[in-house]
């Protein structure tokens, strides 16, 4: 068989298993969206089942004998989009491979019985019900991380992260995270002390949902997010699912008094969307060139859309009159300069998701050292409620007056997500930079924005970051866009620029 024919089987084979992987993802939105709850176990079957057969054809010696075929040949070498689809299959290869099939649907199956449990125990405040099912999760990922081996240079937890964020070590994460620590401590201190203090009454204000609904719906809309290749549903704990080409799905959250929590999800989550509506997915289904580059460069689009966009004077100058005709009423009694504000107020809260833009990171990095502490052994499940409370004390001066609001707010422990919070600050970091570089190139960027036009930015970020797909690894796409490595400071000179005039610093 020639090289050329073992690349066209190869996609063609690995096309059918991403088909049956977005069936997958049909069940899981449908789980977490519509699913009455005596399903659960039938559906913790059916994914598991699903997981078992996806795994099998992904890891099916075909694939490594074509594979080896195609590295052989100098045609596809010399081919730029061959190379970069050869080298992240054969990454793929060797992590799927490691795992024997049974480790992959019990993991699958555990996670869908621990995320029922979970919801449960987060609606009761009840660790102890969900402790053993951590303990269990803690259990299958240091077997996981056994499996794929620690990578050079790391330690087990990088076995995770790397599949998350590949080629992100914890040291490396370390290295970024200190320095931003650091500046967040100091902004921190300096917006206790300023003179100026965003007026907040208008996240206490009213509006009726259904009017809400219309609003989030209006502004994904206006921000370029297709409704005919997607929808816009509700949940629990709001998400995207690209599950395939022309279906890229989001949900949100309302509640009355919390408008602006409600706006900024949508956002976040068209954010997301936009990215998975810009790959290549039509052309190129099944190929690593229509898939993401990482979970951060992910969060990247998500943030840069909820936070750069959505928190921007010049955002709300636009979209503060779109939200009177559709909110009306209470919002009629606020300025620009209070909506702006109140956007963009600091403040120490018990909640990730509700976090703002400064203390979300110091919520991050908690959670990314007590998993570390998971895994090495350093910590046991049963002493995570303990270990969460202090360092909300040390680090935000909070108390944690349940587990609830302390460490069972988050879905990622008990669906298996371990290794990727993190990313949420990766996010934040790349959306940062690849912001100041989307400025320097489009310098009427925000007099686009404050006339409600978005198509250029989307435009560029199309051309600059989701065409690619995985053809390049995240810092190397960070270099290539931003001429610069990924770094604390963009991240932190934008939230000085923007909190120095609401607070006055
Ligand atoms: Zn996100």
Known sequence: MSAAESYRRLLAHLAEAQTLASCASALEWDQETAMPPKAAAFRAEEMGLLARLVHERVTHPSV??????CEADPALAADEDAAANLRELRRDFERATRLPSSLVAEMSETSSRAMEVWKEARQKSDFALFSPWLHKQIALHR???ACYGTPEGGEPYDALLEGYEPGMRSTALERIFAPLREAIVSLLARIGEAPRKPDTALQRARFPVPAQRAFSRFIADRLGYDFEAGRLDESAHPFTSGMGPGDTRITTRYTEDRFLDALSSTMHEVGHALYEQGLPKSERWGQPLSEACSLGVHESQSRLWENQVGRSRAFWAWALPEARRHLGGELDRHG???VVGCANAVEASLIRVDADEVTYNLHVMLRFDLERALLRGDLEAGDVPEAWNARMRSDLGLTVPDDA?????????????????????LGNLYAAQLWEAAGA?????ADDVAQGRFAGLLAWLREHVHRHGRRWR??????????QALAHGPLVRYLEEKLRPVYGF
């Open 336 to 338: 620009l300069d209070e």
């Open 143 to 145: 077997q996981e991380a």
């Open 441 to 445: 190139a489009m310098p009427g960027l």
């Open 64 to 69: 490594g004998a074509w594979l080896a075929d």
């Open 405 to 425: 609001r302390g460490c069972l707010q988050d879905v990622h422990w008990s669906n298996g997500l371990i290794g990727y919070f993190p990313t949420y600050t």
């Open 474 to 483: 995240a810092p190397e796409l960070c270099r290539k866009v931003t001429g």
